[in-house]
Each structure stands twice: as C-alpha cells, then as structure tokens.
C-alpha cells in the first residue's frame, strides 16, 4: 500500500487544528497530510476524506456552513477524495475501500467520517498518526459529540494495538489529551501524590509517582506533548 510505513497528520474542522497549523510554521512536516471534509479549503493535503455523498454538498443545503465552499472546491480538487460513493461532477471522489477495510480490521464501527480515516491508517500499515482539529465538542449535540468520539478512539485503539504511534493535539479531548497528566488515571489522582502513566518512545509505558515524574522523563527519553507554541522572531 502507498501509505505503508508513513507518517501521516490528520487534520479535521476542532478548534485544535490551530496545533497543526503551528507546528507547520514550526517546521514539522509529515509524509502525508489528510484532511476532513471542507478542511481541504484551508490546508495542502494529500488526501481527503468526505464519506457522505458529494450529492449532500451539491445537491443540498445540509452539510450547513461547509455547502458553499465544498461546492467550489469539489468540482476542481485535484487530490483522492474518499467517499461512500462516485459522483460524476467530482472526478477525484475514489469509493472508500469499505470492503477490505472491513475484512482486513474486523470491525465494521463507524459512526462518522473520521473514524474511516483512521481505519484507513490502520488497513494502510502506516507508522505514524498526528491529529488535530478531531475534538467533538459540539455543544448542540453532546450525543454525537459522544458517539464520535468514542467510535474514532477505538479505532485509536485498534491503532496503538498494532504498533502504529498516535499523536493527538494537546487542546483536544480526544483520549483525555487535554486532561492534566496527573488526572487521568481515575482514582490515582485523589492521592495525594498521583499516579502518572506515560508512553515511551520505543512504545512502551510506565507508570510513576508524579514526585518521580522529572527523573522518570529523563530516565526513558520521554518529552512531555505540550501545546504548540508561535515561532518566535529569530535572533531579534
């Protein structure tokens, strides 16, 4: 597959895309960008991602604020736009590979585009996954903010499980990524000196004491995720 082995970002319409958008102005590339539905109006990528029909877009005025601009850009978008069917006035559109997604992952679970996104990584084999602006933090529907959100984390899941390394923006809710370190592990963090439990660069985890957290860092190479920050002017 050409996405084998590849380290891919994966950015979608959250208010933590901004974390993309300063990491590239910080110099941070990756080998492939996708992107989520009218994400495609703002950033260069490589493939996008629209898994309702271009017809909802077209024909509609359902897709809401996202109808205008996809209805100039689809026409003309010059990369593969993976969606549920073909269409004619969108000659990119590819048919999602639903199929052998399936049968390759064992799992048919997708509630919204983005977890066909990140089922795809994994169906792909790449190396890497870095997402930003996937938050469902929709306060007008907090059940598909909650459905969302659960189905792309298990794909997340599914990822980690098979040795593929998942990055998530640190403004995001997304696997609790936003939460302190020292209150994620349920329980752990009523102690008065909290459990932490942190990934290693080779893979792994440990889990430490938070009075433990500075020499545990530097005892197995471990760089704390913090937000992205501006570049700064160099040298005046």
């Known amino acids: 597959m050409d996405c084998q082995d590849k380290r891919v970002a994966l950015v979608g319409l959250g208010a933590s895309q901004v974390d993309y958008c300063i990491a590239v102005q910080n110099s941070k590339t990756w080998d492939e960008v996708w992107c989520i539905n009218s994400a495609i109006s703002t950033y260069k990528c490589d493939r996008a991602f629209m898994m309702d029909p271009a017809s909802r877009y077209l024909d509609t005025e359902d897709a809401g604020y996202q109808t205008e601009v996809m209805r100039k850009l689809l026409p003309k978008f010059a990369e593969p736009i993976y969606s549920c069917e073909?269409?004619?006035?969108?000659?990119?559109?590819?048919?999602?590979?639903?199929?052998?997604?399936?049968?390759t992952t064992k799992s048919g679970y997708f509630n919204n585009t983005v977890a066909y996104a990140v089922a795809f990584a994994l169906y792909s084999k790449v190396k890497e996954i870095n997402l930003f602006g996937i938050d469902f933090s929709y306060s007008g529907n907090l059940h598909f903010a909650e459905a969302g959100r659960a189905c792309v984390e298990f794909w997340l899941c599914k990822c980690i499980e098979a040795g593929i390394k998942v990055g998530v923006s640190p403004r995001s809710g997304l696997l609790d990524q936003n939460v302190p370190l020292n209150e994620r592990l349920y329980g752990y963090h009523r102690l008065e000196d909290q459990k932490i439990a942190m990934p290693c660069p080779d893979g792994e985890w440990v889990v430490c004491d938070r009075s433990n957290i500075q020499e545990t860092l530097e005892a197995y190479g471990i760089e704390q995720v913090e937000e992205e920050k501006p570049p700064e002017p160099y040298k005046g």
């Open 86 to 103: 073909l269409d004619a006035r969108v000659p990119r559109i590819v048919e999602y590979p639903i199929e052998d997604v399936v049968k």
